[in-house]
């Protein structure tokens, strides 16, 4: 004889439903508070949310925390709730997805969220956030010469680029001799090659135009941290640059850059 164990689990729809038309879509926030704990409980089951945006307005829509049965599918919708503006489905089975948009007039938009698959049940859970995407408070910061100054052994400065070709620096009043631990961290723990922040640090001389070597341009990991230590040759200014070497953008690219001595 063989014997064997039968698990039964209680499965419900989620908090949101009914939420199955863009007419019933539940309203969202655009500060980055997450809705948790979605899931799909029929196969036919679409999750529609909305959002009010003014005219120019770039926005990140972030599925994640993913059931193993869940390959997300992110779709954002106009104003009608009917045209189809832009989608993504990059990822599988358990992957995130994200979604950056600038929408051209104000009003009322709309996101789907459905499941690739037919799958149902508490395996297709996800989480789901939109944030609105801007300068920080460091722009313009996109030249040696508006280089922002950091502080060592102060609290870590919060950054993030709001566009493809954004260039953030700083620049640091080093001591000759005293090793130094440059560190920058993804803030928004997205680890995944196609979404999350990929850092790239490089360190310029004190004309702000030459890179030094080394340790030159650092982009030892894909995510979510790059870090070095180094001793600067002379008592200066030396400048820092971060830049993101996908060109990811958005309102979940938010870093932090810290230097210790």
Known sequence: LTSYDIAVELFSPDAYEQDDTSAAA?????????????????????DWVKFTLAAGTTITVNAYNAGVSMDLVIELYDTNGSTLLSSKDTGLRGDPEMLTYTVGAAGTYFVKVRNFYADTGPLTRYDLRIKVAGPDVFEN?????????????????????????????????????????????????????????????????????SLLSPPGSVNKYLYPVEYTTFTFPTTAIYYLKVTEFNGKVGAFSNYSLEVRA
């Open 26 to 46: 539940v309203t969202i926030a655009t500060d980055g508070t997450p809705q948790t704990n979605h899931n799909i409980d029929v196969a036919s089951d679409p």
């Open 141 to 209: 910061d996109d030249l040696y010469t508006q280089a922002k100054p950091v502080t060592v052994d102060a609290a870590p400065q919060t950054r993030s680029f709001d566009s493809a070709t954004d260039e953030d620096w700083v620049r640091l009043s080093a001591v000759a001799g005293v090793p130094y631990l440059i560190r920058v961290d993804n803030l928004d723990n997205i680890q995944n090659a196609d979404q999350g922040t990929d850092l790239v640090l490089a360190f310029y001389d004190t004309n702000g135009t």
